[in-house]
């Protein structure tokens, strides 16, 4: 018999941040992670926002595929997702804007799940 694999998330919401946040770290054992944002504006004329997946290591950290959110900006109700493939057990964490410059993100809530 296989035992599946243990799923966890976390969630929370952005109030304010600058381009290149860095959000919470969390421990991945291994497998796919999914991020959403529901409800986001920002303080510029912009309508998308990139959310990077980053791995926590020693040396310069890797940058996994980055996923434009445009459909939470829609309203406060609308959420954005975005998929990572498993890129195996450690410490993650997702920037937010980290090619943008002097934009302020809010997200009315949003989840991670691993």
């Known amino acids: 018999m296989v035992t599946p694999a243990q799923a966890a998330s976390w969630s929370g919401y952005l109030s304010g941040v600058g381009p290149g946040y860095e959000s ?4 991945d054992s291994g497998g796919s992670t ?11 004329a912009t309508s998308v926002t990139n959310v990077t997946l980053r791995k926590d290591v020693t040396g310069p950290d890797p940058y996994y595929v980055k ?8 309203s406060t109700t609308a959420t954005s ?17 980290d090619s943008s410059t002097g934009v302020k993100l809010w997200v009315k809530s949003l989840s991670v799940s691993y």
Not at 24 to 27: D, F, P, S
Not at 81 to 97: L, Q
Request: hydrophobic share 30%; with cysteine.
């Open 34 to 44: 999914t991020i959403k944002f529901t409800g986001c504006s920002t303080d510029g």
């Open 67 to 74: 996923a434009a959110f445009t459909k939470c900006h829609e």
């Open 24 to 27: 919470r770290r969390w421990t």
């Open 81 to 97: 997702s975005g998929s990572w493939v498993d890129h195996g057990s450690g410490n993650y964490y997702f920037v937010v804007n």
